[in-house]
């Protein structure tokens, strides 16, 4: 049973787009959603996190959108940059538990 | 300073071996875990623990086991090792919701 689900699986955009990560969710409990971005060789790291009491949050050029009622979020990247390809997951948890995660997003940024 | 860290990077070995990879934090963190990364990158939590509590991932086989020296350490020990064991092990840690990931350890068994 997943959980969370993460769509698309793969996305191509030119630099300088805007590419979109979306996920949906089923246990209502979770309370609390993070973006992790993975390059080859390394860990997940920490983009951005949102709870369910707001419906946007932005740092920098990363925008989260949450739609509570359909149990939805996304991620938004502005002026997409050659550097931001990776692997983009979406998660979620409930208070202080582990991290139940999307199947991964690969981000191809093309010059 | 690395914040969290795993050692080895890499592990090859043998089929039926037993095996332990280390994790250190040195955040202050009170809870870490371990998450295993299939060859599809699909991240699963095997473990998490405090010095209250360990959960245990039910899919996860008891030849898996954590075990904690210190509140800076989870060391994840694994017995009688498998093919199907061939994966990408990381480490976490946190204080509150957000969690910091380890390099991981790419565990091959042949």
């Known amino acids: 049973q997943q959980q969370v689900k993460q769509s698309p699986q793969s996305l191509i955009v030119q630099k300088g787009g805007i590419p979109i990560i979306n996920c949906a969710y089923e246990?209502?409990?979770?309370?609390?959603f993070p973006w992790y971005q993975q390059f080859p060789g390394k860990g997940p790291a920490l983009l951005i996190a949102i709870r369910p009491d707001v419906s946007e949050k932005k740092e920098g050029r990363f925008t989260i959108s949450f739609n509570k009622s359909a149990k939805q979020f996304s991620l938004h990247i502005m002026d997409s940059q050659p550097g931001d390809s990776a692997t983009y997951f979406c998660a979620a948890s409930t208070g202080r538990r582990a991290l139940t995660f999307g199947s991964g997003t690969r981000l191809q940024v093309q010059p | 300073d690395t914040a969290v860290s795993q050692t080895p990077k890499y592990l090859v070995t043998q089929m039926g071996n037993d095996k332990s990879i280390k994790c250190e934090q040195n955040l202050g963190h009170d809870t870490m875990y371990w998450y295993k990364q299939d060859s599809k990158k699909f991240l699963k939590i095997m473990f998490s623990?405090?010095?209250?509590?360990?959960?245990i991932n039910e899919t996860v086989p008891n030849r898996f086991s954590p075990k904690s020296p210190d509140k800076a350490h989870l060391n994840l020990h694994i017995n009688s090792l498998e093919l199907g064991d061939s994966a990408v092990y990381f480490c976490?840690?946190?204080?509150?919701?957000?969690?910091?990931f380890g390099p991981g350890t790419r565990l091959t068994v042949t």
């Open positions: 976490a840690s946190s204080q509150s919701h957000e969690q910091y």
């Open positions: 623990y405090n010095n209250k509590e360990l959960i």
């Open positions: 246990n209502t409990a979770f309370d609390y």
